[in-house]
């Protein structure tokens, strides 16, 4: 009996050292407090494990790639850690007047070769960027989710309006092909929003169409822990609570 105990007592440092670590863009990093904040933070309080929120302002599933960030967070991966990639905000534009962001237009296998800032690079699509950065986090024996980026202001024009653009697609048809999980987080955000109506949803957002303030983060987050209890994937396990309101999609 005692072996028993101790056995499962020195289970426990294992288990307690699981880490979520977040790849995204400004829609999910944290300002630490600032008039507009990322929702990844506020995930922390759902949470029985640590977070490492890694999202960062500005970035594409490109910008994120070259940059290393995927490959920073592979490097510290533990096997059982969970990763959430989010991209899609800053990923359109044309490669014509290239911001080191953009990506090539697609789905598949096609490839752009374009100058970014003096060096040479060929550019992938948005699915395989975010294919390649889940097989390197499955290499590690992670837990892998892509979730779909948030909508802008579905109440901007004074009328409810949610059409997905293309990177949510792209986001579902990425975790397909590499074979990871899936939660479509910006139709869990626009559903509540649909609920919550335009004068509470407008307040959300102080600057641009873009990017939330605290509340907005908090009710970003909400979705986002519904999303993933209502798709029933792996992060559901590690949330400590499992209660949320409406219906799931
Ligand atoms: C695949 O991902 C790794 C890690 O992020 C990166 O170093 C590599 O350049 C990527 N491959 C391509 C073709 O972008």
Known sequence: ????????????????????????????????GAATDGWGGYIADS?????????????????YTREGR???????????????IEFGHNDGGSLSTDNGRT??????????????NGVAETVLTFP??????????????????ISSQTPNNVWETGVYSYEPN???????????????????HGAYVASIYEVLGLDTVNAFYPSDHTHTSPAGAQ???????????C??????????TTDFDGECL
Not at 47 to 62: M, P
Not at 73 to 83: N, R
């Open 1 to 32: 009996m005692k072996s028993i105990v101790l056995s499962s007592l020195s289970l426990l440092p294992c288990v307690l050292a699981q880490t979520v670590y977040l790849a995204g863009d400004s829609t999910m990093a944290d300002t630490g």
């Open 47 to 63: 949470l029985s494990i640590a977070i490492s929120n890694e999202a960062i302002g500005g970035r594409s599933a490109r910008s």
């Open 70 to 84: 995927f490959q920073a967070i592979a490097d510290v991966l533990q096997e059982g850690d969970y990763v959430v």
């Open 103 to 116: 990506d090539c237009s697609g789905s598949g296998d096609e490839t752009c070769e374009t100058v970014y």
């Open 128 to 145: 395989k960027y975010l294919e390649n950065a889940s097989q390197l986090f499955l290499d590690k024996g992670a837990h892998v989710l």
């Open 166 to 184: 293309r990177f949510v697609g792209y986001a579902q048809l990425a975790a397909e092909v590499a074979g990871v999980e899936y939660v479509d």
């Open 219 to 229: 009710v970003v987050a909400d979705a986002f822990l519904k999303a993933v209890v």
């Open 231 to 240: 798709s029933g994937v792996g992060l559901s396990d590690v949330l400590t």
